[in-house]
């Protein structure tokens, strides 16, 4: 490489490190000339130093530099418009395979190439993720970037398909960096501290993560299970780290009460259900008395739509506030009864177009899980109260079922329910 193009990119990376008085778009525009230098660049070497410094120059960028530099992705990286007419043209006159690959390489948006090349970058799959876990956070507020962050996303299902995972159990043994973080990211029952964490990777409790080889020390997605008697409703005995260590052997139920996603920027990734299915798979051939495997489950929509439908409720319940623990204690039965009925209705009949409203419901149910049982005062944190009123539910993962409950989900969104369950949802009346 002569002196020439060095002494440009010199330029190019200096001028990355600017002053306070710099403004935004400036830097964002000085990030853009990398990133054009970038796709102009030939030689692999050289491509992965300069995306590099890409990728440095981006973490630099303040929030208001990162904006321009998103507009910019936007509008700078599309498709070539008369590239597409010409593709189309030529595809109309002569509709062959090799027309339709080229309309298709000339439909492609830039910026696919761009972050494939970003990708080089040491740590380069680190900074994509956290690029579109910034990005996801403007869309309110910019929804012509939504293309910007489906394009990501299309690149992710790739890099992170389930070929590329691996499964590992956390335990007490585990790096601290991953300990920490699994203190971090734990977004269904917070992690109370050390003493917390290590009650929940003791003999009778099961950690699993998925991990990506190129992120070895992050996450992706990381579930926690108990090794019970039975299926359990209550969350309090399985959070105290005080409780007694019960010997794994004697279990006879799995209950997975957590599974967080890690990731922001990996939103719209799937993992979950391939996770649940290898654990099954893991703790079946561990423990031979494993009989059931069932969720102890929030349903974090319930109150929110139980407070917009007042219309179905008796004026007794609707006058109450349901929103701290002292509120639930005085609850008559009656009204309790009144919140279950509606609670299985909610899981049973609300939708979100053709899908269960509940996002949890919908998570377990298109797994091919059963929804089993609602367990009042399940959860009596204020979390728990705020989402659900206190109620958690129970979904069954039965193996000989979860094929013919999944079909059946996806082709026609059925809720394969107990009849329990399907009883209290026909007895609610709904308005005329």
Known sequence: MNDQPRRFLQRVWDSVRQPPSVTASHAADTLVGLCDSLLSERGEVSGARMAGEAMAAYQELNDAGRGAFFGQLVDHYTADPDAVTRAMDAYRADPTAARLHDLHLATEPRRLELF???????????TLVQMRADLLRTLADHPDRAVVSDDLLHLFRSWFNRGFLVMQRIDWRTSALVLERLIQY???????????????LEADRRCYAFFHPALPDEPLIFIECALAPGILGYVRPLLDPQSAVEDPASARCAIFYSITNCQVGLRGVSFGNFLIKQVVEDLSGEFDKLRKFATLSPIPGFRSWLMSHREMMSEALASLALDSPASLAVIPDDLRDEIMRLCAYYLLRAKRGRAPADLVARFHLANGARLARLNWGGDASSHGIASSVGITANYVYRMADVEQNHEAFAKNYKVVSSFTLARLAREVKTPA
């Open 186 to 200: 734990e977004a269904v029952h917070q992690i109370q501290g050390w003493d917390d964490l290590r009650r929940r």
């Open 116 to 126: 494939r090349r970003l990708n080089t970058a040491p740590g380069g799959i680190r």
